[in-house]
């Protein structure tokens, strides 16, 4: 059974840094389609970014140039750095997995994923 676990979140201010991770341990699929999103009470699920083991790299626009996805496959670890964070990056952040590749960010923003964690809650003050 694969169990994503978010941690890292945290309060910081404008302009500011954080890092997020996600192990997955069990999870050991070649074809993957791995990424963060993010969600506020009452809005839509945001897709952040996603990493896909053929179309590689998808960020959102609002991120582009602050965010960076990254992976450590043989510790089976999802990161998130985020730079220049800005208080309309505050929200929940998850952590999804699809077993299958392609199209992945569209199906992170569709909902469309086999695993996803609990979430960790990042709030940016001004």
């Known amino acids: 059974q694969v169990q994503p676990v978010e941690s890292g979140g945290g309060s910081v201010q404008a302009g500011g840094s954080l890092r997020l991770s996600c192990a997955a341990s069990?999870?050991?699929?070649?074809?993957?389609?791995m990424g963060w999103f993010r969600q506020v009470p009452g809005k839509e699920r945001e897709g952040v970014a996603t990493?896909?083991?053929?179309?590689?790299?998808e960020y959102a626009d609002s991120v582009k140039g602050r965010f960076t996805i990254s992976q450590d496959y043989a510790e089976n670890t999802l990161y998130l750095q985020m730079n220049n964070v800005k208080p309309e990056d505050t929200a929940m952040y998850y952590c999804?997995?699809?077993?299958?590749?392609?199209?992945?960010?569209?199906?992170?923003?569709?909902?469309?994923?086999?695993?996803w964690g609990q979430g960790t809650q990042v709030t940016v003050s001004s």
């Open positions: 999804a997995i699809r077993r299958s590749a392609g199209n992945c960010f569209a199906s992170i923003v569709a909902g469309s994923f086999d695993y």
């Open positions: 069990g999870y050991t699929y070649s074809n993957f389609c």
């Open positions: 990493i896909d083991s053929i179309t590689g790299k």
